[in-house]
């Protein structure tokens, strides 16, 4: 299957496809990697990162990701340089190959500061501008699941989110209709439900992101309602 090679971007969440997503940018390793994705594709990947593994000391991504396309991309404050990103998700993919960053994270790096941020900025310079700051992989695309979730499945797993919600002795004497209210403030009250359904859905029941990376890793519908239920019973 054929690769190509795009930046990664690890985070504490888990993008799906057709989300999207607001991003603030001020570290300069991922200010150079908008500035690159603004001349080329406009592309970016996003995956969950690591708690333990890491790459030159930097936070290493799971192996599932997803396409992130910048649909908007402004300047939030012009002092300090930040950047305000709106991304959209769109097709799954696997990393094949991890590409180290050309910066190697020390222990007194602070991106919060501008001491911080000028002291990362000269070490760029040293070392050679045309060099990432950021991590890159060479990823392969993953099919997407193209089965129809029926109305009946939906509502499976619409139950199982409202026995969920009940089990908290706080929530116990919520009725379905309450419920229901609580659906349509999240948009998920349907009755043509889709796989972003489901996502959304799973995503509102989740406690952590790490609850949400097997949703993402589902490759077809059986495997998908399997680990919802799974999510959504816990």
Known sequence: MPTKTIPIFPLDLVLF????LPLRIFEPRYKQMVDDCMLGDQEFGICLGHDSATLSNWQAPYDIGTIAKIVECKDVDSTSGHLFLNVRGHRKFRITRLIPPALQKTDDYDPFTLEGVKKVEETHYQNGVEKKLYIQAEVEMLSEIDQPISLAEWENLVDLWKNKIKQNTEN??????????VLEQYYLKTETPTLEYVHSLCALASQSPLD???????????????????????
Do not use: C, F, G, Y
Not at 212 to 234: A, D, F, G, V
């Open 172 to 181: 116990a004497n919520l009725t379905s209709h309450q419920l229901d209210h």
């Open 17 to 20: 496809p057709n989300q999207e």
């Open 212 to 234: 949400l990376q097997p949703i993402l890793e589902s490759t077809n519908l059986e495997q998908l309602l399997q680990r919802s239920s799974k999510l959504l019973e816990s």
